[in-house]
């Protein structure tokens, strides 16, 4: 049997994340009280075989009692003894995009009251779910993202992965937007050439034939790539050894529009030939589609 349970703040993106797992054949349930969850577990690993509990994801958030949740990582050992496959996802964003996001829902924060304002809420909130985000197998920051995009995400990295392989998900990023929160390696590509400063290739981005030839040209970039995958290919498989699922390597420039998403592009070339699951995320660059806040 496989366990998915999905948590984070609140406003993160969890109910998107379940309803994905729901329209891919996972048995899904909403705010599950942490006191259900080992008994639920049990009944329906007695049943994998016969029905569609063999695949199941619940979501565990701050509507728990807090006194649950300050147990969970005692439940969570109990349900590894017993065999189950289990992962923990865990969505979470900044608190400015919190904040946006609440504001523009109008919804109620489950910790505000008339004590509490939704900053605090927010705040408290985090470290009510630390014995949760502590375990997550997999961390997704979803500042920035589209319901659309966080789908993919979900349906890529999590329902896409093959047995116990590790999912590999490379991102480029500008440091003057800040490092994303959800890295496991953050490399910076700044020393590289920059094509910004050629004011003919400033309307392009890292993908584009004009930058991609400017880069290419410099020693430096082929140099660059070469040592970050040779670093990667040595390192990865003890990851994955020490049961790792997933990974997330972050690559930087000042803006993420050109060094930063060029690098990702060669560094995902090359590792699609050795793992299935490899994904290439842009987070500067324009997207495709309107944005609808998760």
């Known amino acids: 049997m496989k366990l998915i349970i999905v948590s984070g703040r609140s406003g993160s993106g969890k109910s998107t994340a379940l309803h994905v797992l729901e329209d891919l054949g996972f048995y899904c349930i909403d705010n599950l009280p942490i006191g259900l969850l080992f008994p639920l577990t049990q009944e329906a690993a007695t ?24 147990n969970f990582e005692d439940i969570y050992s109990q349900l590894q003894e017993t065999g189950v496959t289990i992962e923990i996802i865990f969505l979470d964003a900044d608190e400015q995009s919190l904040l946006q996001r609440f504001h523009a829902t109008r919804r109620k924060h489950p910790l505000s009251d008339d004590r509490t304002s939704l900053r605090e809420a927010i705040s408290n909130e ?84 004009p930058v991609i030839e400017f880069l290419e040209r410099e020693p430096a970039t082929r140099a660059m790539v070469d040592d970050l995958t040779g670093f990667l290919a040595t390192w990865l498989p003890s990851f994955a050894d020490s049961n790792r699922s997933y990974m997330t390597i972050s690559i930087g420039c000042t803006g993420g529009q050109h060094r930063s998403v060029y690098v990702c592009e060669q560094l995902g070339r090359f590792f699609r030939e050795h793992y299935s699951n490899v994904q290439v995320r842009h987070s500067e660059l324009p997207h495709l589609q309107a944005r609808e806040e998760i």
């Open 47 to 70: 049943k994998a075989t016969t029905d569609r509990l063999g695949r199941m994801a619940v979501s565990i958030d701050a509507r728990n009692l807090s006194g649950e949740i300050a």
């Open 126 to 209: 985090k470290n009510l779910l630390e014995p949760l985000s502590k375990l997550a197998d997999l961390y997704v920051n979803t500042a920035g993202m589209s319901i659309y995009e966080l789908r993919d995400q979900i349906k890529q990295r999590v329902v896409g992965r093959k047995g116990q392989e590790l999912a590999l998900l490379f991102q480029s990023f500008g440091y003057k937007h800040g490092v994303p929160l959800d890295s496991d390696y953050v490399f910076d590509v700044r020393c590289l050439p920059n094509p910004y400063w050629d004011t003919s290739l400033r309307k392009y981005v890292g993908t584009d034939q």
